[in-house]
């Protein structure tokens, strides 16, 4: 019963940025967790970051932590990726995902899934 739309993808030269939002409709609880993750072309869909709708602590990605900022705006029931700094690396089809209770960084976990939107990074 979540409905997730994700918008702000787009082309982009690296070293610039971009900024990813999730917009939730429908049925939502406080204590879900929202996270980022993203798939490239024959690759493992990975984590990239995670927050409760409601706020609190935010995880990242090893790779990712300093140059991408997940927030949320529960007014407008929206979850944010900020992207700086971009790499070539960085592209993909970018999800968000949702789950009701705890923190995890396995895809498998989560129940409520965006249809993506596509981030490619030039050179």
């Known amino acids: 019963q979540v409905q997730l739309v994700e918008s702000g993808g787009g082309l982009v030269q690296a070293g610039g940025s971009l900024r990813l939002s999730c917009a939730a409709s429908?049925?939502?609880?406080?204590?879900?967790?929202v996270g980022w993750f993203r798939q490239a072309p024959g690759k493992e869909r990975e984590f990239v970051a995670s927050?409760?709708?409601?706020?609190?602590?935010?995880y990242y990605a090893d790779s990712l932590k300093g140059r991408f900022t997940i927030s949320r705006d529960n007014a407008k029931n929206t979850v944010s990726l900020q992207m700086n700094s971009l790499k070539p690396e960085d592209t993909a089809v970018y999800y968000c995902?949702?789950?009701?209770?705890?923190?995890?960084?396995?895809?498998?976990?989560?129940?409520?899934w965006g249809q993506g939107t596509q981030v490619t990074v030039s050179s």
């Open positions: 429908g049925r939502t609880f406080s204590n879900y967790v």
């Open positions: 995902a949702a789950r009701p209770g705890a923190y995890y960084i396995d895809f498998q976990r989560y129940d409520y």
């Open positions: 927050i409760r709708w409601s706020g609190g602590s935010t």
